[in-house]
């Protein structure tokens, strides 16, 4: 081997190792920076809201609204109202329904890409030699004998490009998206719920001011 063929097989490792990188399926996923807005609206939280019949609402910027906000209202009527809606929902059995299938495909491919899988065999089968069918007309014919065998296979996918990783990131992203799916639905369910309560005795007041106000003048 001459001299000079040493650096034309360096050269040509080099160029096998960066086109393997470049082969490389996408880059590690990043979370995208959050919003540098602090607050919804510009200028100072005030601290309450212009009383309305003689009551004002307070903020508290470090409050977190419960899961069943509703029930802040005191309202044993709203409460029931909103608990029926969630019970007869068409919307939020199929949300959950997608998000169940979102994990359940999450967990086969995570099981199926990152362990390996493995598989035996075992039979038992009784054999007789015929020596006639071998070619040996004259030898003699052996007893049956019990034959066992016993076989282990071991397989497991090496992810060299990143493709299988790029594929769990995606199938995770779906699961916490059908996940928020569902939160906006029973949050959506909810609050129309409790809108249409309110506007509906709205209603019911100005018709019993109108009907009594009918009365008077009559």
């Known amino acids: ?35 540098s807005a602090a607050r919804y609206a510009g200028g100072a939280t005030p601290a309450a809201t212009v009383p309305a019949e003689g009551v004002a ?8 609204l419960p899961a069943e906000w ?30 169940v299938q979102a994990q359940e495909n999450l967990k086969a491919r995570t099981a199926s ?14 054999n007789q030699i015929d020596p006639a069918a071998l070619g040996f007309p004259e030898a003699p014919a052996t007893g049956p004998f019990t034959l066992y065998s016993i076989g282990f296979n071991v397989s497991y996918t090496v992810d060299a490009f990143g493709g299988a990783r790029r594929e769990l990131e995606s199938l995770e992203a779906g699961v916490e998206a059908r996940r928020y799916e569902l939160d906006a639905a029973r949050v959506a369910l909810t ?26 003048q009559s």
């Open 1 to 35: 081997m001459t001299s000079s063929a040493l650096p034309v097989r360096a050269a040509l490792s080099l160029v096998a190792l960066a086109g393997l990188a470049g082969c490389t399926v996408g880059p590690d996923f990043r979370a995208p920076d959050p919003p």
């Open 57 to 64: 609402q307070t903020f508290v910027p470090a409050r977190d």
């Open 70 to 99: 509703w029930r802040l209202y005191a309202s044993p009527k709203l409460d029931a109202l909103v608990r029926a809606a969630l019970d007869a929902s068409p919307t939020l059995p199929q949300a959950r329904a997608c998000l």
């Open 113 to 126: 890409v990152q362990w390996p899988s493995a598989d035996g065999t075992a039979g038992v089968s009784r």
């Open 191 to 216: 609050a129309n719920v409790v809108t249409a309560a309110i506007r509906t005795a709205q209603l019911r007041d100005q018709i019993a001011s109108a009907r009594s106000i009918l009365d008077a």
